[in-house]
């Protein structure tokens, strides 16, 4: 161990023991930014910029464990990333199909798919059912898995889900006008039954959302951190509970 790894660990020890376990958000929402970026300044490959990616995720995963985290959803793949080249976006499926067994096969995590099957490869899609039937019965944190996902998409989806679920119940238009709320549409996300994320975190210091999460995240705080997410490190995590315990959430009051 060389000097400064030793006073990293230093560090990273002294802000984590001065969280406050009491303040930390139940669900976060973490944007997996700038694989490609950080594997173009460290010369690889768009490919090997993702599957550093995908390295990291065990990482968070430890470490939102140790701190009492209950809900992670990670980004992996937007709906609008499906306009990059076969020679990119075949590997990255490949990256995330391994990256969603492991995740199965780690037995403390329970994985959730949220974002569009249809879209998806027959294969990735039987990828991500079996990791949620596999582990349905775990008792750890819930590792939401975004592949295929947009946010005006899920909307979309949840409305069309209603739609189509008080139709069979022979609901009139009329009557489903009378009690359609913002409830009732919640019950359509991909995220039902889930506390909306407190937290949304993301790395490469892009500043927007992207439209990750835009129902959910109504009343959220954000964390946009300049590393790029192959480089993430626990101190950054850290920085950004303690950033959030921090903060006053006024839910608009």
Known sequence: ?????????????????RLDHDQVPKHIGVILDGNR????????SAVQGHQAGADKISELLGWCSETDVEVVTLWLLSTDNFDRPEAELIPLLGIIENTVRQLASDGRWRVHHVGTLDLLPSRTQTVL????????????????VAVGYGGRQEIADAVRSLLLDHSARGTTFEELAEVVSTDLISEHLYTRGQPDPDLVIRTSGEQRLSGFMLWQSAHSEYYFCEVFWPAFRKVDFLRALRDYAARHRRYGA
Not at 1 to 13: E, F, I, K, S
Not at 129 to 144: F, L, S, Y
């Open 37 to 44: 970026r950080w594997a173009k300044a460290s010369g690889g």
């Open 1 to 17: 161990m060389n000097l400064r790894d030793l006073v990293y660990g230093l560090y990273a020890r002294r802000v984590g023991g």
């Open 129 to 144: 059912k079996e990791a949620e039937e596999a582990t349905a019965g775990v008792d750890g944190i819930i590792v939401n």
